[in-house]
T-cell receptor
């Protein structure tokens, strides 16, 4: 099956610093990748949709200047949390759509646990 | 957007028991997926099932698209089945819209 990796798996940073999270599709090309965040005991909430070579589309309420998304190639998307604050602490998960054959199926990375102190 | 409702929210089973998890959605969908989130947070793809029935070992799923629901069956449950089960559907575009999940605990 399709494999998606994320790096780092966890990160602790100080308030005011920036953190970059990488999401890679390892064995397929992903024209579309997605970023979700999940708070404890809650479901996944879509933050943004990332298409290769174009600007990301952010969901309502997600600050695009705070959560910078870059999808520079068909296998890599990055999420940068700028000037992180404790309320940004969360579990961030990326997914990639394997569009071969017109499929809508998505595959998820293992997630990145961010703690801002 | 499409509303996704899962039931029950919590479920406790004894090892060996069977269970059925339900997912209702408010509009027609192009995609429906079932996931198992393990204790480390990894989402594991169980089924990609916009319609019809599929089986994989002790798990099976059925989606009746015309009636806007999907069912996930777990037979002969094991403690390793514990975790949260999510149903998610494609709304506009290709993004998945998740239900709130069913938290399953299988006891020895």
């Amino acid at each position: 099956g399709a494999v998606v990796s994320q790096h780092p798996s966890w990160v602790i940073c100080k308030s005011g610093t920036s953190v970059k999270i990488e999401c890679r599709s390892l064995d397929f090309q992903a024209t579309t990748m997605f970023w979700y965040r999940q708070f404890p005991k809650q479901s996944l909430m879509l933050m943004a949709t990332s298409n290769e070579g174009s600007k990301a589309t952010y969901e309502q309420g997600v600050e695009k200047d705070k959560f910078l998304i870059n999808h520079a190639s068909l296998t890599l998307s990055t999420l940068t949390v700028t000037s992180a604050h404790p309320e940004d602490s969360s579990f961030y998960i990326c997914s990639a759509r394997d569009g071969r054959g017109g499929s809508y199926e998505q595959y998820f990375g293992p997630g990145t646990r961010l703690t801002v102190t | 957007g499409i509303q996704v409702e899962q039931s029950p929210p919590d479920l406790i089973l004894q090892e060996g028991a069977n269970s059925t998890l339900r997912c209702n959605f408010s509009d027609s969908v192009n995609n429906l997926q079932w996931f198992h989130q393990n204790p480390w947070g990894q989402l594991i793809n169980l089924f990609y099932i916009p319609s019809g029935t599929k089986q994989n070992g002790r798990l099976s799923a059925t989606t009746v698209a015309t009636e806007r629901y999907s069912l996930l069956y777990i037979s002969s449950s094991q403690t390793t089945d514990s975790g949260v089960y999510f149903c998610a559907v494609v709304d506009s575009g290709y993004a998945l819209n998740f239900g709130k999940g069913t938290s399953l605990l299988v006891t020895p």
